[in-house]
């Protein structure tokens, strides 16, 4: 069965600060690829997705995931955090026959 | 914008007690899901379904039942409440199988006391 670790449970940083999350599956064939993000008190939103074509996808808020098939790999990035990027992130895969397998999370907390 | 509504957003039951929960979609979705999320286990998928009528276990379907008479409607079914059962539990539905995403409801926390 599809299976997907996220690297950190719990992320710090200043404001301003690079952000970067790992996340990593276990499927080899075609998946699509999410990162959903829970902010404190509301429902799970989407911030970007993968099916096909380039690598490199750009999301709202100013979020960006990259996808490299050989590492299955689809870590998600943000060049300058805000306080209000506080919240729980998950990272999610499908593929033909799996359904949405979600990751543990990460809690990134942005300090003022 | 896709609306999946969950009928509660906070529930306390009673050890024993049959619990419903309930969740309606108003974008004519094939599928719907359950999942529960707890800290550190992310969200865990409890029931599915790809039609009216229709339901497949997830990964952690014990104790828990689902029914789907309708196809904006998905409800989940605790036969007899535990206090493992505790827990945040979240509708969703999607269009297809592949090729999309999965929209959410807000959730529904429930407490088993």
């Known amino acids: 069965a599809q299976s997907v670790s996220q690297h950190n449970h719990h992320v710090i940083l200043s404001e301003a600060a690079s952000l970067e999350l790992g996340c990593n599956y276990s499927?080899?064939?075609?998946?699509?690829l999410f990162w959903y993000v829970q902010y404190p008190g509301q429902h799970l939103q989407l911030l970007l997705k993968?099916?096909?074509?380039?690598?490199l996808v750009k999301g709202i808020k100013g979020f960006e995931a990259e996808f490299i098939k050989s590492k299955f790999s689809f870590n998600l990035r943000k060049p300058s955090v805000q306080w209000s990027d506080t919240a729980e992130y998950f990272c999610?895969?499908?593929?033909?026959?799996?359904?949405?397998?979600f990751g543990p999370g990460t809690r990134l907390s942005v300090l003022p | 914008d896709v609306k999946v509504t969950q009928s509660s957003r906070y529930l306390v039951k009673r050890t024993g007690e049959k619990v419903f929960l309930e969740c309606v979609q108003d974008?004519?979705?094939?599928?719907m899901f359950w999942y529960r999320q707890d800290p550190g286990l992310g969200l865990r998928l409890i029931y599915f379904?790809?039609?009216?009528?229709?339901?497949e276990k997830g990964d952690i379907p014990e104790g828990y039942s689902v029914s789907r008479e309708k196809k904006e409607r998905f409800s989940l079914i605790l036969e007899s409440a535990s206090t493992n059962q505790t827990s945040m539990y979240l509708c969703?539905?999607?269009?297809?199988?592949?090729?999309?995403?999965?929209?959410f409801g807000q959730g529904t926390r429930l407490t088993v006391v």
């Open positions: 499927y080899g064939g075609t998946v699509n």
């Open positions: 999610a895969v499908n593929s033909y026959g799996q359904n949405f397998v």
């Open positions: 969703a539905s999607s269009p297809t199988v592949l090729n999309t995403e999965a929209f």
């Open positions: 974008m004519d979705h094939e599928n």
């Open positions: 993968y099916f096909s074509g380039d690598p």
């Open positions: 379904s790809y039609d009216v009528k229709m339901k």
